[in-house]
């Protein structure tokens, strides 16, 4: 595809249901990042991924998110047993390399209830 | 500990007058330094970006000046128009490890005609 897309849109979820987040990236990036956009903040790192293997998880906030890209092209992010703390939009970037241009997605939009 | 600092937190300025953003940041190891624009609903998209070796980069209307002693870097946009009113997130990564993304907090900017 043209960009990075991800799914769904936007999610609604009741406290305590686990929701899955899928990221496209652009064909052929291997670098993949997921990010977490609080209402009104700059994105926040939560995890890295070269090609299939996540290299830093030091964002992730806690042991209720999980991220996975076993191929090296898909990822999903899956968080268990939402909170309301979570709600927030969740932005994936794709770059061609370490240290090249990080080309964000339109972001998920998460609002737990 | 907020890395990167971005101020103002919002800009409101006239048609074809000039818009200026600041950051300033704590992290030595830091070595690139991106600005990215933000409209609603959308990701991020990057702007312009800079490393310290040089103190200004320009791009058509959109100039960042860099002082490395003083740990500040700045967007200027020039003939400011509507349609850049966005929110604008300045960020900075260390060149090591996973290149993540450390942002400020955004300013949203406003041009009115």
């Known amino acids: 595809g043209a960009g990075v897309s991800q799914s769904p849109r936007y999610k609604v979820a009741k406290r305590g249901q686990d929701v899955a987040l899928r990221c496209d990236p652009i064909s052929g990036h291997v670098s993949l990042f997921w990010y977490q956009q609080a209402l009104g903040q700059g994105p926040e790192f939560l995890t890295y991924?070269?090609?299939?293997?996540?290299?830093?998880k030091s964002g992730l906030p806690s042991d209720r998110f999980f991220a996975e890209r076993p191929e090296g092209s898909v990822s999903t992010l899956k968080i268990q047993r939402t909170q309301q703390e979570d709600s927030a939009v969740y932005l994936c970037?794709?770059?061609?390399?370490?240290?090249?241009?990080?080309?964000f997605g339109p972001g998920t939009r998460l609002l737990v209830l | 500990q907020q890395q990167v600092k971005q101020s103002p937190q919002s800009l409101i300025v006239q048609k074809g007058g000039i818009s200026i953003i600041n950051c300033a940041y704590e992290?030595?190891?830091?070595?690139?330094f991106p600005w990215y624009q933000q409209f609603p609903g959308k990701g991020p998209a990057l702007l312009i970006a800079?490393?310290?070796?040089?103190s200004e980069k320009k791009e058509g209307r959109f100039t960042i000046s860099f002082n490395k002693s003083a740990k500040q870097f700045s967007l200027h946009i020039m003939d400011s128009q509507p349609g850049d009113s966005a929110t604008y997130f300045c960020a900075a990564d260390s060149g090591a490890g996973s290149y993540q993304l450390t942002f400020g907090k955004g300013t949203k900017l406003s041009v009115i005609p």
């Open positions: 991924f070269q090609n299939e293997a996540q290299l830093d």
């Open positions: 800079i490393r310290p070796d040089v």
């Open positions: 992290n030595t190891a830091f070595d690139y």
């Open positions: 970037a794709s770059s061609s390399g370490i240290g090249e241009t990080q080309y």
